[in-house]
């Protein structure tokens, strides 16, 4: 369930985002909404990660190209990335999502970010260039699949304390 400590919304800047050096256009655009940012990372998508992102689309046709398509893969290695991102704020789910604009980057509002940015390839990809959480089970559910709690300034949902088995780590030399 949400927990009522404040709406948090995961966007994801999407490997054809960095590739038309969108990044500081969204992130200035986002800004102004005056939503906090409590968490920010550069994440190399795994399969298994797109996969949970996108599992509710998993019977679809365009699942396979989806999940290349939010690794990177069409791109080329230095675009095998995302920018992944936690706003909060009130309203930040909706508010975020509006920005972002309809799935379909073709009906988005020319104005939204993907009305503005995005299209859809000859192959069928929607290349829409972010994600934005749609409703806060989703929000919740994908915030927790991308982010761990203590990559996240603040509390955003309950948590607890684990003992893990030793296991090597890499440190700077
Ligand atoms: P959204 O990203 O707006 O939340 P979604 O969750 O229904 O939309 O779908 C996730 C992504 O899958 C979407 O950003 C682009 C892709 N997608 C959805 N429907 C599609 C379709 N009919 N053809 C091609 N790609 C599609
Ligand atoms: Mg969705």
Same mark, same amino acid.
């Given at each position: ?5 404040? $709406? /948090?919304?995961?966007?994801?800047? #999407? ?6 050096? +969108?990044?500081?256009? %969204?992130?200035? @655009? ?20 797109? $996969? /949970?992102?996108?599992?509710?689309? #998993? ?6 190209? +989806?999940?290349?398509? %939010?690794?990177? @893969? ?100």
């Amino acid at each position: 369930m949400p927990q009522q400590t404040g $709406e /948090a919304t995961l966007v994801l800047i #999407k490997p054809d985002g960095i590739k038309k050096s +969108l990044t500081g256009n %969204i992130l200035t @655009k986002l800004s102004e909404t005056r939503f906090i940012i409590v968490g920010a990372k550069v994440v190399r998508v795994t399969t298994k990660l797109a $996969e /949970a992102h996108y599992q509710h689309l #998993k019977d679809k046709p365009f699942f396979p190209d +989806l999940i290349k398509y %939010i690794q990177g @893969k069409p791109y080329g290695p230095q675009y095998e990335r995302v920018f992944a991102l936690v706003y909060k704020g009130p309203g930040a789910i909706p508010k975020i999502r509006e920005m972002a604009g309809a799935t379909n980057p073709e009906e988005a509002d020319s104005v939204s970010i993907r009305g503005a940015y995005g299209r859809i390839t000859t192959k069928g990809v929607f290349e829409n260039v972010i994600h934005a959480s749609s409703s806060p089970e989703d929000a919740e559910r994908e915030i927790k699949l991308w982010f761990s709690p203590e990559e996240i300034v603040g509390d955003l949902y309950p948590t607890k304390k684990v003992t893990l088995p030793a296991r090597e780590v890499l440190e700077w030399a």
